[in-house]
């Protein structure tokens, strides 16, 4: 039987991208959203007395939308130009109101050479270990994001002032990350 702890110790823990996921959508042409993913490249987290730190590296290359032509266009220098901006980065800066299960996650998002702050709605889902041994804990979180404000600001119309793409996107991770053992700090 897997038992899932609410108290994550103080230590180093890696991102496992296979049990991880980085999704969007946003809305098209008024009357629909769009989903996609990104691949996590990696994640870190380092919990210790004080709080904890987060930092994360996402390929813009990797999106999929399960149409290979709009995948195609958002890599391009229309969108994302992941040939001058081949990573999305976030670190995190704060923690607030962490209650036990919910908080609120600050950090820096960078994506197409833009940095801004964020705040990401979180849910820390507990800390287990696995059949393997290995001591796992895990996190929710949503935000959004106006792409303009990264410097994504292409308004493709249609009709009546219709936008083809919103502005606004809604992002949801789900990580899972592995310990390595004590803090190293």
Not at 32 to 59: M, P, Q, Y
Not at 69 to 78: F, G
Not at 125 to 153: E, K, N, Y
């Amino acid at each position: 039987m897997i038992t899932v702890d609410s108290t994550l110790a103080a230590g180093a823990w890696v991102g496992d991208p296979v049990h991880s996921a980085v999704s969007f959508k946003v809305r098209h042409m008024g009357v629909g959203k769009v989903r996609g993913t990104f691949a996590l490249v990696s994640a870190a987290l380092s919990v210790g007395e004080g709080g904890g730190r987060v930092t994360a590296l996402i390929d813009p290359a990797s999106v999929r939308t399960g149409n290979e032509q709009r995948d195609q266009h958002i890599r391009s220098a229309d969108f994302l130009d992941v040939e001058r901006y081949p990573q999305i980065e976030f670190t995190s800066t704060e923690v607030r109101g962490f209650d036990g299960e919910t908080f609120i996650l600050v950090g820096e998002l960078t994506l197409h050479g833009v940095t801004s702050t964020v705040e990401l709605e979180a849910e820390f889902l507990g800390v287990v270990d696995d059949p393997s041994g290995v001591q796992r804990t895990g996190f929710s979180a949503t935000t959004t994001i106006s792409r303009a404000a990264f410097g994504v600001d292409i308004q493709l119309g249609f009709g009546a002032g219709e936008l083809v793409v919103a502005d606004t996107i809604e992002i949801a991770i789900e990580i899972e990350f592995t310990s390595t053992g004590p803090d190293p700090r």
